[in-house]
Each structure stands twice: as structure tokens, then as C-alpha cells.
């Protein structure tokens, strides 16, 4: 008999984001002529930089000459691309990242979900709350989060950390001692960010207790105020304790186009049950040389395409866009009366639901009142009650309906 894998079954029926889907669909049919204006998802809406468009008709070629074709590449990514990520990303902090620490991957998804491969499945892992779903999801399907406790409505094995307006979105050091500890700054779905002494004292705590950071950086070229760390590895001694996932999603507008890496640095170690030393580099590139062929040639070339003078100002250009959206949705959701969150160094404007509204009688609310669609800040964690997710990747256009019907709601 053929028997599941029935850590499936301890996950939630349904995704988030299929859920809100499904609302929007049946509203769509039964309201066909009500113009739905969507900052629910976090995808970009902008095309990719025409130097991106370029470098990848430019590969395209290479792919049809006999002379620059490409089979199987390296599995760890192109050094073509590993070195511009190094010299561009990592140098200009003043951070030495050697290339051969930076996978590529075909995104932060895969990688953030499949890093856990590497690790017991006994150890504890500690999450912001609200955050990211998929930390959480690709550890209950690992078998990593113990039980799930109906009373507390939470897993044995995950010490949840809230980050709210109570504690100014700031995580506090687990209480209990844990393993894995997942920090996504600047943060989605709250937009909040840390600064350097705060992101110190993970690094400090992680290193007392052997632990091991898994830094998601996703949302890193968003940051716009100073003194806030783009990078973990900023902080000293963040090499021995710390794992960063980046991502060309929404830097570049590669959400479709796929390309990311993961930097492991090669003094991360982890230990046996008896205690020995492993170097988690070496299982890592074992992980991924066993399951892994490497991102196409063509996009890799898409994203190399990024690091020239050219490269960087367009994505710039992009980028400055979304801004500009973020802060039409803070000042015009400000006016309105709400209390808004992020939005400074991220494209995500956390909004407090106005009393009397849980997260998804708010989301129903906008829909149906104003034909607008968000994120229910609870789909993101337990400590996301209360809260409300918009996203600055809509069109200039649609970001401004939306912020008047809301206005007008009042
Ligand atoms: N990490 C975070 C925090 C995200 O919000 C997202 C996408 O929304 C990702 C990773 C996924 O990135 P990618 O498109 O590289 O898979």
C-alpha cells in the first residue's frame, strides 16, 4: 500500500492567496461590471528593463550558434554571474562574499523552502509572526514542527515571534531555546525593517546558542533610509551564524523570468548528534548538485544584465516607481484616517483594520464596498489579527483608484 507523506495533512487547507482568489472570482461574476482594482498579490506589474530584454535576445543567440552554445551549466550558478553578485551586491557594503559562497537558484521560494533539507529535523525553529508563509509551511511538510496544539494554535516545535504595533514591529529573543531562526527584513507582509543593533542581537544570540540565521533579503533594494543593514553579513561575525536568500523578483521584475541566490558562507558549520562540526557549505552544494541542474544560461545573462552602470539605473527607475506608489498609499491612506505601517523601506503598507473588523471581515469590507483587494494580515500568522496588507506593485493608475474609493469609504 502506498502511504502519504501526512505532514501534508497538518498543513492549512488552503493557501492564502487561492483563497483570496476565489473571493475575487466569485465577486467578479456576480458584480461583472465592477472594475476590481488588485494590490492583494505581491507581483510586479512593470516589464523587465529593456537592457534585461537585450541581454536576453543576446543569449538567445549564443543558445543558436554551434560556437556559444550551452548544455549543462555548473550547478551552482555561471561565474560570469556569481562574480557581479559579489562585487556588486556584497564589495559595495564592504562585505568580502567570495563567489564560489553564492548559489544561484530559480528563486528565494525553492531555496528558503528547500534549505531545510540540510538540517535535523529535530531542531526548533523560531519565526516572526506575521511573516512569509513559506517558512513555516516547508517545515510542517518536513516533519520539523512537532504537533499542532488546537488550544494555543500553534506547532510544539516553532516558537512564534510577534512582531506588532506593541512591540513596535521589533521581534524579542525567544524566550525558549531554538535552532533555525527565520528574520525576513525589510519584512513582508509588515514592510518594517531593523536596524543595525537589532539585527546585532540575533547575530550575538545565534552564535551562544549554536543556532543558525536563515536571513531573507527579498526586499532589500527597497530600503531607502540609512543605517538600515541591506545584508546580514554587515554585521560582524554574521558569516559563522548566517544564511542570506536574495532575489532578482522584485529588484529586477524577474518574478516571471526567475533567478535568485542563496550566499553559505564557508565557515557556517552545524553539528551532529555527537556534536562534530560539519561545513554546511559542502552539504548544501551536495543538495544541490544531487537535485538541482542549474538556472538556463539565457536568464542567467538576464541577470548579469542588471550589474552594468545601465543595468542598475533602469532597475533603479523601476524600483523608484514602486516607491512612489508606497507613499501614495501612506499619505492617502493616512488622510483617510487609517495607521500605516512600512511602506518606507519596503513595497508593503501595513495598515491597523478599523475596530470591529477582523483581518478577512476587512478584506470582504474593501471588496465589496470599494472593489479593492488585499491581504488579510492574519493569512500571514496569528499576530497578523487586526493587521491589513496593500502592496505598492499595482500601476501608478490603479494605486490611485484604489486610495480614492478607500477615502470615499469614510
Ligand atoms: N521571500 C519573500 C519574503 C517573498 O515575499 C517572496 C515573494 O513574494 C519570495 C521570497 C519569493 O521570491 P522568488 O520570486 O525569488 O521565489
Not at 343 to 368: C, Q
Request: charged share 25%.
Amino acid at each position: 500500500m502506498i502511504t502519504i507523506n501526512e505532514n501534508y495533512l497538518k498543513l492549512q487547507d488552503s493557501y492564502l492567496f487561492s483563497t483570496i482568489a476565489q473571493k475575487v472570482e466569485k465577486f467578479t461574476k456576480e458584480n461583472p461590471n465592477k472594475k476590481v482594482m488588485k494590490l492583494g498579490v505581491g507581483d510586479v506589474t512593470l516589464p523587465i528593463a529593456p537592457i534585461v530584454g537585450e541581454a536576453i535576445k543576446k543569449a538567445t543567440d549564443d543558445m543558436l550558434q554551434k560556437e556559444t552554445f550551452r548544455g549543462y551549466g555548473p550547478e551552482q550558478g555561471y561565474d560570469f554571474l556569481r562574480q557581479k553578485i559579489a562585487q556588486y551586491d556584497y564589495e559595495t557594503l564592504g562585505v568580502t562574499i567570495e563567489k564560489d559562497e553564492i548559489f544561484v537558484s530559480d528563486g528565494s521560494k525553492c531555496d528558503t523552502g528547500n534549505i531545510g533539507e540540510i538540517f535535523g529535523t529535530d531542531n526548533v525553529i523560531a519565526i516572526t509572526d506575521p511573516v512569509y508563509p513559506v517558512y513555516l509551511d516547508t517545515n510542517i511538510m518536513a516533519g520539523r514542527t512537532g504537533e499542532y496544539n488546537q488550544k494555543t494554535a500553534q506547532f510544539e516545535k516553532v516558537v512564534y515571534l510577534p512582531t506588532t504595533l506593541e512591540n513596535n514591529f521589533i521581534p524579542e529573543l525567544p524566550s525558549r531555546k531554538v535552532d533555525m531562526i527565520y528574520l525576513c527584513f525589510p519584512n513582508n507582509p509588515t514592510g518594517t525593517v531593523l536596524s543595525k543593533p537589532e539585527l546585532e542581537k540575533w547575530v550575538t544570540y545565534a552564535k551562544k546558542n549554536k543556532a543558525i540565521i536563515l536571513f531573507d533579503g527579498a526586499y532589500e533594494a527597497f530600503i531607502t533610509e540609512e543605517g538600515i543593514p541591506h545584508s546580514i553579513y554587515e554585521i560582524e561575525g554574521a558569516k559563522e551564524v548566517a544564511i542570506e536568500f536574495r532575489s532578482f523578483s522584485k529588484t529586477a521584475g524577474f518574478t516571471g523570468v526567475r533567478c535568485a541566490y542563496t550566499v553559505v558562507p564557508k565557515e557556517l558549520k552545524a553539528y551532529t548528534q555527537e556534536g562534530k562540526e560539519v561545513c554546511l557549505h559542502q552539504l548544501w552544494n551536495r543538495r544541490q548538485c544531487t537535485k538541482f541542474n542549474g538556472v538556463p544560461y539565457i536568464t542567467q545573462r538576464a541577470a548579469e544584465a542588471i550589474y552594468s552602470n545601465e543595468g542598475q539605473k533602469q532597475i533603479k527607475e523601476n524600483i523608484a516607481y514602486y516607491r512612489e506608489n508606497a507613499k501614495l498609499i501612506t499619505q492617502g491612506l493616512q488622510k483617510a484616517g487609517y495607521t500605516i505601517f512600512g511602506g518606507k523601506n519596503a513595497p508593503y503598507i501595513w495598515l491597523k483594520v478599523p475596530k470591529g473588523y477582523t483581518s478577512w471581515e476587512f478584506f470582504d469590507y474593501l471588496l465589496e464596498k470599494a472593489n479593492v483587494v488585499g491581504t488579510p494580515g492574519s493569512g500571514f500568522g496569528p499576530s497578523g489579527e487586526g493587521y491589513f496588507r496593500l502592496t505598492a506593485f499595482g500601476s501608478k493608475a490603479n494605486t490611485l483608484e484604489a486610495i480614492l474609493r478607500i477615502q470615499n469609504l469614510k
